[in-house]
């Protein structure tokens, strides 16, 4: 028996069958169908700072074991904002890219980024993964590596490594189910003012005529699927940020995860007018992209969280990770969460400065988090 890390610049070199055998769950943003689809649909560019080198480890020629990683030649897309330490390595002579990045492109959810396949030795393939990233850093001379939005096991192994990754964590806010069965049975929950103010939210909606569907991924043809990114074209470009997921991307990620991609549609007549895509696992939903023409009063609460919640209900799941950021979403049942991210940094001097700061972030962090739950929605 041999093992041997490998490069794979391509994801479709791999059999998916082969990759996803590897992860621990169904969270959709592991799967090959999602990382291959971003390479195939022309949604990870050079110019834009994105190069795919996934890391395989193989039993002769078995794949074992993997990470999705890209060489990294700016900090867009990632949401762990790390450009303030670039800037600090440029200003002392250096260079902070390229970078090596183990993430999900332009997807903040958590979830495994070592995915190691279930049985015996799982540990020893998670440390031989780590191992070759920090072996592929050394190796190419680049200044660091980033583990992004990390699961318990992830940082589990980065613990007991002896590499000593800097923690980083920040907010996210999250919906969980308490044991509710209708809408109705979280609003009550709720304290009366939150309560009040998400009815008076929803009726707005109502009041304006747009008419709201869910519907899934299977049921658009070309034509709503092209309606669709046009939305979330024309709402990116307005606040100018880069689109840089396709067209292709989009109706590719429709049919490659049947049950998986959900949309909460607006609708006026028989014109699209906004739109809020989400995928799901067997436990959680993740609200990922959002476009729309009108400006109705609570039409973004009501698609990107309220139909979200009401999907959740319906299908027994869970937990619901709208999205990064936005302390607006506490008023409206979301939690806040803390998330994870584990980095070296190649360069001594600049190593002792982030951990420095780090460690003062972690307090800063932890303490508005425990601030914002003081200021928790519900009841009880």
């Given at each position: 028996m041999t093992l041997a890390l490998r490069i794979l610049e391509r994801l479709d070199t791999i059999a998916a069958a082969d990759w996803d055998a590897l992860r621990p769950d169904d969270n959709p943003f592991l799967c090959h169908a999602f990382l291959a689809?971003?390479?195939?649909?022309?949604?990870?560019r050079a110019e834009w700072g994105w190069q795919a080198q996934h890391l395989g480890l193989f039993e002769d020629d078995r794949l074992v074991a993997a990470a999705p990683l890209y060489l990294k030649f700016n900090s867009h897309g990632e949401f762990v904002f790390d450009q303030a330490w670039a800037q600090a390595l440029e200003r002392a002579g250096g260079d902070y890219y390229p970078k090596l990045l183990c993430a999900v492109p332009y997807s903040p959810v958590v979830g495994p980024r070592l995915l190691v396949?279930?049985?015996?030795?799982?540990?020893?393939?998670?440390?031989?993964?780590?191992?070759?990233?920090?072996e592929l850093m050394l190796g190419e001379h680049l200044s660091?590596?980033?583990?992004l939005f990390l699961e318990a096991d992830d940082l589990a192994a980065c613990a007991r490594d002896d590499a000593h990754w800097l923690a980083r964590s920040d907010v996210q806010f999250h919906w969980s189910n308490r044991g509710w069965h209708t809408f109705e049975d979280f609003l009550a929950a709720l304290r009366h003012k939150k309560r009040?103010?998400?009815?008076?939210?929803?009726?707005?909606?109502?009041?304006?005529?747009?008419?709201?569907?869910?519907?899934?991924?299977?049921?658009?043809?070309?034509?709503a699927w092209a309606a669709v990114h046009a939305l979330y074209l024309d709402t990116f470009d307005a606040h100018g940020n880069l689109a840089a997921l396709s067209a292709d991307f989009f109706a590719h990620l429709g049919a490659a995860l049947p049950g998986?991609?959900?949309?909460?549609?607006?609708?006026?007549?028989?014109?699209?007018?906004?739109?809020?895509?989400?995928?799901?696992?067997?436990?959680?939903?993740?609200?990922r992209y959002w476009g729309s023409r009108e400006n109705a009063p609570g039409l973004h609460f009501e698609l990107c969280y309220y139909q979200g919640i009401e999907h959740c209900l319906r299908a027994g799941l869970q937990r619901f990770e709208p999205g990064a950021q936005g302390e607006h979403k506490l008023a409206r049942g979301f939690l806040?969460?803390?998330?994870?991210?584990?980095?070296?940094?190649?360069?001594?001097?600049?190593?002792?400065?982030?951990?420095?700061?780090?460690?003062?972030?972690?307090?800063?962090?932890?303490?508005?988090r425990d601030e914002l739950l003081t200021h928790s929605p519900y009841a009880q």
């Open positions: 689809g971003l390479e195939q649909h022309g949604c990870l396949g279930a049985g015996a030795g799982a540990d020893a393939r998670r440390a031989a993964l780590l191992a070759g990233l920090r660091s590596t980033h583990l009040k103010s998400i009815r008076a939210e929803r009726a707005q909606v109502v009041a304006s005529g747009l008419r709201i569907e869910w519907r899934a991924s299977t049921s658009l043809d070309a034509q998986q991609v959900w949309l909460a549609l607006a609708w006026r007549g028989i014109r699209m007018v906004a739109m809020a895509l989400f995928l799901n696992s067997s436990s959680t939903l993740y609200g806040p969460t803390l998330t994870h991210s584990r980095h070296i940094i190649a360069h001594a001097d600049l190593r002792r400065a982030v951990a420095q700061y780090l460690a003062q972030e972690q307090l800063q962090v932890r303490a508005w």
